[in-house]
């Protein structure tokens, strides 16, 4: 089965300053990954998402790239606030039907003001 | 965007009875939706789909008969945790997914079930 990595486990950033989690995963079939930002004592919401037809996707202050080859994906968050404090996590499925998603163990990220 | 409406948000229990847990797609039907169980700063953990009008299928060392899945309609899924027990307290999440906008999975806001 698929198996995603995720590091760091916890990132400290001053605000203004840009923070970097990165992801590893296993299987090749795998074409979707998204990225979740999950609040204290909410569900996850999807913050951004790239499939493995393209190598980079942006939505204003937050980017995604994925290095097929590699099976790296990484998630970009430039400009922080101390409203982007949350646990991200990162995933891998396949786009098409209903397919399991493996999760990453998640990224708490602490904005200091 | 597709949205998915869990509830209850919290839940207290007593040991012994049991506890019902609602995720609805709103705007779309989910003929597959996904139970998940968390732990306090842990990973979300696959516990089973829910398919409707079939069995569910459950991840490996899911009790089946402690987690009891229905999915009756295009738009419901219910997880009703029986017996509950302390060890049984956790935060329960629910996702679906709309195919016909093509869209990723959507998660629901979760449920805190407390087992006193």
């Known amino acids: 089965g698929e198996n995603v990595e995720q590091h760091p486990s916890t990132l400290s950033v001053q605000e203004g300053d840009s923070a970097v989690i990165k992801c590893t995963y296993s299987?090749?079939?795998?074409?979707?990954f998204p990225w979740y930002k999950q609040e204290l004592g909410k569900g996850p919401q999807l913050i951004i998402d790239?499939?493995?037809?393209?190598g980079e996707k942006k939505d204003q202050r937050i980017a995604v790239t994925l290095n097929k080859t590699a099976k790296h994906f990484s998630l970009h968050i430039t400009e922080t606030q101390p409203e982007d404090s949350a646990v991200y996590f990162c995933?891998?499925?396949?786009?098409?039907?209903?397919?399991?998603?493996?999760f990453g163990i998640g990224t708490k990220l602490q904005v200091i003001p | 965007g597709a949205v998915v409406s869990q509830h209850p948000s919290r839940v207290i229990c007593k040991s012994g009875t049991s506890v019902k847990i609602e995720c609805r797609s709103l705007d779309f039907q989910a003929t597959t939706m996904f139970w998940y169980r968390q732990f306090p700063k842990q990973s979300l953990m696959l516990m089973a789909t829910s398919n409707e009008g079939s069995k569910a299928t459950y991840e490996q060392g899911v009790e089946k008969d402690k987690f009891l899945i229905n999915h009756a309609s295009l738009t419901l899924s219910t997880l009703t945790v029986t017996s509950a027990h302390p060890e049984d307290s956790s935060f329960y999440i629910c996702?679906?997914?709309?195919?016909?906008?093509?869209?990723?999975?959507?998660f629901g806001s979760g449920t805190r079930l407390t087992v006193v």
């Open positions: 790239i499939r493995s037809n393209v």
């Open positions: 299987d090749s079939a795998s074409n979707y």
């Open positions: 995933a891998a499925t396949s786009s098409g039907g209903y397919q399991k998603v493996t």
């Open positions: 996702s679906a997914r709309d195919l016909g906008a093509s869209s990723g999975y959507t």
